[in-house]
């Protein structure tokens, strides 16, 4: 395998982005030796529940969700969030 060159430095995103639309980059990477990258879930998967709630406290939610001006179920996912964190606190 021929020797690869050497990676020019750039200034900027928009310098090094032109270079690169002009240049073969197997000419200045070796691509056999690179490895697989792994990314996690950067954005929690969530899950869609149904729950039933006496009608009484759905409507105290929600008020308290129309007074903070957020929707009633980020809201319910806050107080869910919080209690749990408190929980598993209290088991330590």
Known sequence: MKKSKKMPKFKNEGEER????THDSTEYVDWS????????NLRPSSKHISIRLPERLFEQLRNIAHQKDIPYQSLMKVYLAERVKEE???RV
């Not at 032109?18 to 639309?21: A, I, L, Q, R, T």
């Open 18 to 21: 032109e270079f690169w639309s």
């Open 88 to 90: 598993l606190k209290t």
């Open 33 to 40: 030796k690179a490895e697989r990258a792994h990314f996690p």
